[in-house]
Each structure stands twice: as structure tokens, then as C-alpha cells.
């Protein structure tokens, strides 16, 4: 805010109190192009895909390491058997509720699954039990799904 101060006359001043709008202008012009900016992003949604890479070892499974997959039509597979959606939960605690140290869980998903559902196996799993997710990604071999599993059509 600016002031000025202007001699009326002699030994009295007026004080004229004028806003200072240059830089509330420059601000708000700023912040105008940065929405015109990200609108058009936040409106296109956002998609999440899972990272691949070259030269990949192929590493079965190990001895206790937990599984859970989940199909292009959302079907459920828990160490390469596929299991109702209803049934995971209890299934997942009563693993976990046996574990002392090893709460790992390793998790596969088709890469044109919505993240929607993602995110709710991911809940399901904490609430299970599990500490600690990890994403593994497989190469789909022909006439089996990524779970070992026969496809569904």
C-alpha cells in the first residue's frame, strides 16, 4: 500500500492511502497461466504404468513368498490359483497372522487394469497384514495369463 503525504497547508499534512495494485496484478497473471497450464492435464486424468526393463532374470517364486495377482477382468489369484474376491481377506490375514518377521507380499496386475482396482487389493492387503508390497512384472507366454493361469475369454 502506498501513502502520500501533501502539504495543505503550512504545519498540516493530508494522508492519501492508494493501493498498490501492479504487483497483486503481476501475481494474479502469474497464477492464471499456471491454472491455464495444468487444467488440461488434471482433466485428462492420470495413468499409471508399471516400469519395464531389458534383461530381466526369470526368478520362480521362492519357499513361503506370497503371490497376489490380479487378471485383466479383475479375478483375484493368490499364489497362482485364482480365488474369490469374498474369500481374499480372510485368506490373506490367516497367512499373515502365522508371520512374525517376513509381512512381504509380492503383487502382479495386468497393465490394462484400472488403478481403481489396484488400489483397493492394495487396502485389502493392509488391513491383512502386510507390511511390504512388491510390484513384479512377468511376460505374457502364449495361451496363459501372467498368473500361470489358463485366459479367460
Do not use: C, W
Not at 50 to 76: A, C, F, H, W
Not at 80 to 90: Q, R
Not at 131 to 151: C, H, P, Q, W, Y
Amino acid at each position: 500500500m502506498a501513502t502520500s503525504v501533501s502539504s495543505a497547508q503550512a504545519g498540516q499534512t493530508n494522508v492519501k492511502a492508494e493501493p498498490n495494485v501492479i504487483p497483486m496484478i503481476d501475481i494474479m497473471l502469474v497464477l492464471l497461466i499456471i491454472f491455464m497450464i495444468v487444467t488440461p492435464l488434471i482433466a485428462n486424468g492420470f495413468l499409471a504404468t508399471m516400469p519395464t526393463g531389458e534383461n530381466l532374470d526369470k526368478r520362480p517364486e521362492g519357499e513361503g513368498e506370497v503371490v497376489l495377482g490380479i487378471d485383466q477382468n479383475g479375478s483375484y489369484f493368490l499364489n497362482g490359483a485364482l480365488i474369490a474376491a469374498d474369500v481374499l481377506p480372510d485368506q490373506l490375514k490367516a497367512i499373515y497372522a502365522a508371520r512374525e518377521e517376513d509381512k512381504i507380499m509380492y503383487f502382479r496386475a495386468h497393465k490394462d487394469l484400472k488403478f481403481e482396482k489396484i488400489q483397493d487389493a492394495v487396502e485389502i492387503a493392509r488391513r491383512a497384514g502386510v507390511r511390504v508390497m512388491a510390484a513384479i512384472t512377468d511376460i505374457e507366454t502364449s495361451g496363459l495369463n501372467v498368473f500361470g493361469a489358463k485366459k479367460q475369454e
